[in-house]
């Protein structure tokens, strides 16, 4: 089994910056692929980003091209996503996601087998 535990959300003004974590633990390998997603009420679970195994390779939604930066340390199996620039419409629930046997990055979240519980990001204006 493989948990996943994010942390980091909270209440922030337009213009702040976040930074989420996702501890993974459990029977993982080195090489998984690593992702975020985001979700507000009465949608779909949206894609925000993906990162390869090592880190090396990274995709973004358009949303939050520029803005967000997606990030790992396999030393601590933890990934991160810094949120700057912060807007109302960055408002939602993040997921971390992992999938234990592709390399990555992935976007969609048929491809993630497991997900953590959420954090709450909300954005004032």
């Known amino acids: 089994q493989v948990q996943l535990v994010e942390s980091g959300g909270g209440l922030v003004q337009a213009g702040g910056s976040l930074r989420l974590s996702c501890v993974a633990s459990?029977?993982?390998?080195?090489?998984?692929?690593m992702g975020w997603f985001r979700q507000t009420p009465g949608k779909e679970r949206e894609f925000v980003a993906g990162i390869s195994w090592s880190g090396a390779s990274t995709d973004y939604a358009d949303s939050v091209k520029g803005r967000f930066t997606f990030s790992r340390d396999n030393n601590k199996n933890t990934v991160y996503l810094q949120m700057n620039s912060l807007k109302p419409e960055d408002t939602a629930v993040y997921y971390c996601a992992l999938n234990a046997t592709h390399l990555g990055p992935l976007c969609y979240a048929d491809e993630y087998g497991y997900w953590g519980q959420g954090t709450q990001v909300t954005v004032s204006s």
């Open positions: 459990g029977r993982i390998l080195r090489s998984y692929a």
